[in-house]
T-cell receptor, first 113, second 114 residues
Framework: DTGVSQDPRHKITKRGQNVTFRCDPI?????LYWYRQTLGQGPEFLTY????????KSRLLSDRFSAERPKGSFSTLEIQRTEQGDSAMYLC???????????FGPGTRLLVL | DQQVKQNSPSLSVQEGRISILNCDYT??????FLWYKKYPAEGPTFLIS?????DKNEDGRFTVFLNKSAKHLSLHIVPSQPGDSAVYFC?????????????FGTGTRLKVLA
């Protein structure tokens, strides 16, 4: 299967701990997006990479959040000093430069206790 | 400011009948629209899309209609099947400064009754 993959699928952590999520996009896709989704809401944009360059970050992305895409392939999203309000589904999506359809991974569900 | 709105949080339809899911948008810069289906604990799955230069796109049981003047799009599912029961998200996209932006609605939960 060559779809978008995310790891882990589930993460439970205690408040104040750091967590890191990984996303592997579809191999030929140069654009990668991170979203956060909470209950009753649609995906909310967090940040966007074109190749290895992080081109935009949402105001939702506080300074506790950082994302990287070091070689223009996989990406990581780190949350430092987690808070209960960070509990959500974190989604990754990718698309190529020649189309506008985004394809999503299965998501990482984070629960902060 | 909710630029993409799905005003019906839920919809129930009898199996075999038509399901119509609606979406309204406010930003005239949107030029590409997508529908996604989402099951619990999974990521959204792409269903169908439409460019702003078209007013209709069809793929099997799924048809998307776009009314640019009304800033409205709809997804028709005919005939509806129990496996279509899921949350459906409408998304709109535009390009600014070389960045592709996607805005999602809040979703409509469809229940298809057997």
């Amino acid at each position: 299967d060559t779809g978008v993959s995310q790891d882990p699928r589930h993460k439970i952590t205690k408040r104040g701990q750091n967590v890191t999520f990984r996303c592997d996009p579809i191999s030929e896709h140069n654009r990668l997006y991170w979203y956060r989704q909470t209950l009753g809401q649609g995906p909310e944009f967090l940040t966007y990479f074109q190749n290895e360059a992080q081109l935009e970050k949402s105001r939702l992305l506080s300074d506790r959040f950082s994302a990287e895409r070091p070689k223009g392939s996989f990406s990581t999203l780190e949350i430092q000093r987690t808070e209960q309000g960070d509990s959500a589904m974190y989604l990754c999506a990718s698309t190529s430069g020649t189309q506008e359809t985004q394809y999503f991974g299965p998501g990482t569900r984070l629960l902060v206790l | 400011d909710q630029q993409v709105k799905q005003n019906s949080p839920s919809l129930s339809v009898q199996e075999g009948r038509i399901s119509i899911l609606n979406c309204d948008y406010t930003n005239s810069m949107f030029d590409y629209f997508l529908w996604y289906k989402k099951y619990p604990a999974e990521g959204p799955t792409f269903l169908i899309s439409i460019s702003s230069i078209k007013d209709k796109n069809e793929d099997g049981r799924f048809t998307v209609f776009l009314n640019k003047s009304a800033k409205h799009l709809s997804l028709h599912i005919v005939p509806s099947q129990p496996g279509d029961s899921a949350v459906y998200f409408c998304a709109a996209s535009y390009t600014t400064s070389g960045t592709y932006k996607y805005i999602f609605g809040t979703g409509t939960r469809l229940k298809v009754l057997a």
